[in-house]
Every structure is written in structure tokens, then in C-alpha cells.
């Protein structure tokens, strides 16, 4: 879900970005992060807990905490709620920890 109207703020919508989230085709808008990308599409499970292996997902979404890493373009532990989506680039869950 993408907030379309707000009676202060504005939303330009920009050019559509194609990237591969699980394998499978998914798009965003430039200037967006990975998180806000997915979250649009209604896709909030991002990896999984260490010890209790429960779904997570984002938690501060301003690249404090690590609820959001993943494994963008095979580089592991990507904060996903900072990082701008690229044409192309290639997201996976951590199951449940990226390794070095």
C-alpha cells in the first residue's frame, strides 16, 4: 500500500524500478528504499528470528536495529529499511542469519 493523496504532503511518483525479491519479479519507484518497495506490495516478512525462527520484519525502519537485513546483490546483513532499490538487483532472506 502507497500512500496516494495526503492533504500536506505530496508524492511525485517516479520511474518504475524492477528488481528480484525471493526469485520473483517485484518493482518499486526510484528513490525508494527495499523495505518501502516491499512493504507497498504487501510483502512485510523480510527473515526470521535467530532462536525463536518467528517471522520478522521491519521494527525502526531507519537502519538502527537489524530486523531488516538481508542478502541484496550476495552481499549479506543489507539494511533493507536504507537501501534504495536498483534495476536488476537481487534480494533474499537470511534463514536466519547472513553469513561473512
Given at each position: 500500500m502507497r500512500i496516494q493523496q495526503h492533504p500536506i504532503l505530496k508524492f511525485k511518483k517516479e520511474n518504475r524500478v524492477n528488481f528480484l525479491f525471493e526469485?520473483?519479479?517485484?518493482?518499486?519507484y526510484e528513490g525508494e528504499t527495499i523495505a518501502a518497495s516491499l512493504h507497498a506490495l504487501g510483502i512485510w516478512e523480510y527473515g526470521e528470528g535467530a532462536h525463536s525462527h518467528?517471522?520478522?520484519?521491519?521494527?525502526?525502519?531507519?537502519?538502527?536495529?537489524?530486523?531488516?537485513?538481508?542478502?541484496?546483490?550476495?552481499?549479506?546483513?543489507?539494511?533493507?529499511?536504507v537501501t534504495k532499490i536498483k534495476e536488476g538487483m537481487i534480494v533474499e532472506k537470511q534463514h536466519p542469519r547472513g553469513s561473512l
Open positions: 526469485g520473483k519479479e517485484v518493482y518499486g518467528t517471522p520478522r520484519g521491519l521494527f525502526c525502519a531507519i537502519g538502527h536495529c537489524s530486523s531488516c537485513l538481508m542478502k541484496v546483490d550476495g552481499v549479506p546483513n543489507t539494511r533493507i529499511c
